[in-house]
């Protein structure tokens, strides 16, 4: 058995659960993944719901004892909700306050103030890329969704060539880039180092939304040619303030937890030596906690008190922020419990001893993995934690960088060709107004071009770090 899937039993679970064979694993792993599949897209069971139910069957199929089972669901729930509950707790957070105290808008306005004809594609990718940074996707559609049809109306552009971009800069982010919920369970599941993670994540971001977002736009716009629907356009949170933050403090609050984590990198990088004082202070305030609760300290004065916002708005404002992620933390938190199921099984195991004998790179074969499961379920963040699960025995020998780039092969197989079993897919649809078909062709291709992007250059990366 591997180092890694040691370390990990030893830390979520005593023992392996069973010892049952590859052929029997094989079958208990298809069982369970397909009752998910089928849970979610038949009879609209809850993702939570589901993956319980096909974490419960997977061990059934592998002849595990229930209670055993049952112990290792919630082991693993646990432990990932304790990893990364309070990390998606404060971005939740901060996404609100960015929301409601008009910093979002003040970003958007400012950008559109200075961009205008061909730029302006190019100036969408910028907002909800910034934007991205801190909010779930579906936050940030909703928050972004009434200036990509301002814009489209008042400069008569096609919808889609402003819309693909703003997709594409949220797509991107919520698939590579930490503290989105779906990369920050593929780092604890493989062990990675989260500053190399964000930083390489950054580096293949930028290309892959350039290609899926301004460049892709101009085809979209062809094949789809739409205009902006006046019924979706939705007062902006800002219309109802007197005042709102400054360009500067939004934009300074909104980087300060990628500032932090990415100088924790720079300076394990060039110091490297735990025993240093100042690599110790950069240890604790580059962690993705403190990083994100220093964000959210911050953002009272930057974000709230400008606005107008006095402290008996804070509680109301963090309780509206917490409430719609109760959801999204227990699906992560089921993924999770998937997660540890698979690896108490001896799945992971599994995977690693038959990849062995592939001639299949291990980032190509976590890729497709991540692909099947999202193609299935719908659900990028449950491909990415069911992915991660099955992958991270292959993570035991890789060097940081690789582990990283683990990471990120599972967030781009997790974005790849979003359709009906995506609850993104009718997002897009209902506020653009399409048509299936004119989603499928839009969006749906959008997606897998983020896909195809960004696992190929993880793959040519690997080759030269």
Known sequence: MTRLSVEMLAADAPEPITSAGHAQLGIAVLAGIAVIVLLITKFKLHAFLSLTLGSLVLGAVAGAPLDKVITSFTTGLGTTVAGVGVLIALGAILGKMLADSGGADEIVDTILAKA?????????????SVI?????????????????????????????????????????MHGLVPPHPGPLVAIDAVHANLGVTLALGV??????????????SKVAARWVDVQAPDRMIPQR???????????????????????????KALVDIVIDDPANLTQRVFDVVG???????????????????????????????VDKGLAPIAGILLIVGAGGGFKQTL?????????????????????????????????????????????????????????????????????AGSLFFSHVNDAGFWLVKEYFGLTVGETVKTWSVMETIISV?????????????
């Open 116 to 128: 205008g004809g061909r730029a302006m594609p190019w100036a969408m990718v910028l907002i909800a």
């Open 132 to 172: 991205g940074l801190p909010l779930f996707f579906e936050v940030g559609v909703v928050l972004l969704i009434p200036v990509v049809l301002m814009v489209a109306k008042r400069g008569n552009y096609s919808l889609m060539r402003i819309g693909i971009p703003a997709l594409a800069g949220l797509s991107v």
């Open 343 to 411: 690896i108490d099984t001896g799945v992971g195991q599994m995977i690693l001893d038959i990849s062995k004998d592939w001639s299949i790179p291990a980032l190509l074969l976590a890729w497709l993995i991540a692909v099947i499961i999202r193609l299935a379920t719908g659900s990028a963040t449950v491909a990415t934690v069911s992915a991660a699960g099955l992958v991270a025995p292959l993570a035991a020998d890789m060097s940081t960088t690789h582990t990283a780039l683990l990471v990120l092969a599972i967030g």
């Open 453 to 465: 992007v960004a696992g190929g250059l993880v793959l040519l990366l690997s080759l030269v770090i």
């Open 203 to 216: 580096l293949i971001a930028i290309p892959t939304v350039i290609v899926a977002g301004p460049l892709f």
């Open 287 to 317: 962690s993705p906690l403190i990083a994100l609760l220093a964000a959210v300290l911050l953002g009272i004065f930057t974000l709230l008190r400008p606005a107008g916002f006095g402290k008996e708005r804070l509680t109301p404002l």
């Open 237 to 263: 949170a800002s219309e109802e303030l007197e005042t709102r933050p400054s360009f500067g403090a939004t934009l300074t609050t909104i980087l300060l937890p990628v500032v932090l984590m990415l100088s």
